[in-house]
């Protein structure tokens, strides 16, 4: 199960952000993939056993309203769904396949039916959620980890290049928490509010049936997900570190892979590489497939699960055609706004794990909501606006200045929860 939840997590996102962080951390790359650890890693895993404990993300996040969580719950799964996470994982493959057909000639074409094979592939393996364990677990998800060590144990034995100075200007500034944002790119902390019911349904397959064993054992295959997840992070944050010399200058992870498996394998290294993408992105794809139908057929059950899995797999089809460039641009104000509404309410889920305070709730995701959806509108939409407050808050310019207002909610929901509860008791 620890694999199976570890083929879902680790799609190509995953792949290019620790070796580019490698690159452009270079001496401070330690720094950095602790930062990095994390939020790729700590916060996915403690989110899932929140998710876990809880029952979905719609029973965590009713405890602040009921209205919002409907309209967070469906933002987030159609985020990481099909207008994002899995468009992006057939047009990412497209990218690192291209280089094996040559010159293709028509390159929407090309990516037109790469992108049906896919997701034709990827539907057909989903329509059995119940049955991921025997995929993912047992010969897709170990197939990719092995490939993934035979290609970062070469650059062990024989590193590809030397160490240089750090590129990146967070990194040579605070390199921890550069890495620290740095993590909110893979989407696991999104995921992991997805991925919950799905990987508790294969766990009843198993044979547990008690809610309390179930939690529990989603619990644990989180823990091995994670450890799994951490080592191949550490692995391909040397990868990048060890090119340090060759790409000085890289901006791409993908490139940073490619680069380093040609060094290690000549040619061979380019298929190497485009197997590893590929079965990374597949896992994903089916993995958010099962989870976001399993979902929508659950909370909206006029369609069956095999519905919106048609629907899910053809609304993502047709997105992917727009190409990887167009699907990262509108991407990254989506992620700003929901990240660290997402963080914050896996972490009061952990705090507060039979519900809690409610106003600690609304007030602690509320002012976490407010600054993560202005920031994230300002950066997408309106680059030389200036946000007087938000801007001064600190660790603002670090992409973090969500925190503050989030602990200052906490912190004012226990207050006004006190002084209502003292009200209620003298007017009694």
């Not at 490698?22 to 403690?46: C, D, K």
């Not at 995929?135 to 035979?150: D, F, K, T």
């Not at 952990?350 to 509320?366: C, E, F, I, K, S």
């Amino acid at each position: 199960m620890g694999v199976t939840l570890f083929s879902m997590f680790f799609g190509a996102g995953n792949l290019i952000l620790a070796p580019l962080l490698g690159v452009q951390a270079a001496s401070q790359t330690p720094l950095a993939t602790l930062g990095f650890l994390i939020s790729a890693v700590g916060l996915p895993v403690l989110t899932i056993a929140a998710i876990a404990l809880s029952g979905t993300v719609r029973d965590l996040v009713d405890r602040i309203n009921p209205i919002f969580s409907e309209v967070f719950a469906a933002a987030v799964y159609l985020a990481i769904g099909p207008f994002l996470a899995i468009p992006r994982t057939a047009t990412t493959s497209f990218e690192m396949v291209r280089p094996l057909l040559g010159d293709a000639g028509n390159a929407p074409l090309a990516l037109t039916a790469f992108s049906v094979a896919f997701f034709a592939l990827a539907f057909a393996l989903a329509l059995r959620p119940s049955r991921l364990t025997e995929l993912m677990g047992r010969l897709s998800g170990p197939s990719l980890v092995a490939l993934i060590v035979l290609l970062v144990g070469a650059c062990v034995v024989s590193p590809p290049g030397t160490v240089a100075p750090a590129v990146g200007k967070g990194y040579v500034a605070n390199a921890g928490v550069a890495g620290f944002v740095c993590g909110y790119q893979t989407m696991d902390v999104l995921a992991s509010l997805a991925f919950g019911l799905v990987i508790a349904l294969n766990v009843r397959e198993l044979g547990l049936s008690d809610p309390t064993d179930v939690a529990r054992q989603v619990i644990r295959s989180g823990a091995v997900a994670g450890v799994i997840l951490a080592l191949i992070y550490c692995g391909l944050s040397y990868l990048g570190f060890s090119m340090g010399s060759v790409m000085p200058d890289a901006a791409n992870g993908a490139a940073v892979i490619a680069a380093a498996a040609a060094i290690e394998f000549g040619g061979v290294g380019s298929v190497l590489v485009a197997v590893i993408f590929a079965l990374a992105c597949l896992n994903v794809c089916i993995g958010l497939i099962c989870s976001i139908g399993a979902y929508f057929a659950e909370r909206y059950d006029r369609l069956s699960y095999r519905q919106w899995a048609v629907a899910i797999t053809l609304v993502s089809l047709g997105l992917s055609n727009f190409g990887l460039t167009t699907i990262l641009g509108y991407s990254v104000p989506l992620l700003s706004a929901l990240y660290p509404v997402a963080i914050c309410i896996a972490v009061m889920g952990l705090v507060q794990r039979d519900g809690g305070n409610a106003w600690a709730w609304r007030l602690a995701v509320g002012l976490c909501a407010i600054d993560s959806v202005a920031v994230a509108l300002r950066d997408g939409f309106a680059h030389e606006l200036e946000l007087p407050l938000l801007d001064q808050l600190p660790l603002a310019d670090l992409s973090m200045g969500w925190v503050l207002p989030a602990v200052t909610g906490f912190a004012l929901g226990l207050v006004v929860e006190r002084v209502v509860t003292s009200r209620a008791a003298a007017a009694r």
